[in-house]
């Protein structure tokens, strides 16, 4: 029997649901203080996670909560790109 992986739990900034590190999209303010999408999920600084679901994207704007995770503003485009990012559903 082949041992399973353990895969790191994180929060989404959304909806406050957990789900595994793969099945989220992780934002990243950089040392310099600008946000991007970190899209290999190993840039340094201070990151927060979301869903890949556009509800959750828009439920994290609403309530300025990837404000609060990243301690910093975040521009519009960053926005749009999360808005813009290929849907992964569930299943």
């Not at 989404?12 to 203080?33: M, Q, S, T, W």
């Not at 439920?59 to 990243?70: D, N």
Request: hydrophobic share 35%.
């Amino acid at each position: 029997m082949a041992k399973r992986l353990h895969e790191p739990a994180r929060t989404c900034v959304g909806c406050r649901g957990e789900a595994g590190k793969a099945g989220l999209i992780r934002v990243v303010r950089g040392p310099d203080g600008s946000a991007a999408v970190d899209r290999n999920g190993r840039a340094e600084g201070r990151g927060a996670y979301v869903h890949n679901d556009p509800e959750c994207i828009a439920l994290a704007r609403k309530r300025r909560s990837l404000e609060r995770a990243l301690k910093g503003s975040i521009r519009s485009e960053l926005w749009a790109e999360l808005s813009h990012l290929p849907f992964r559903g569930e299943g």
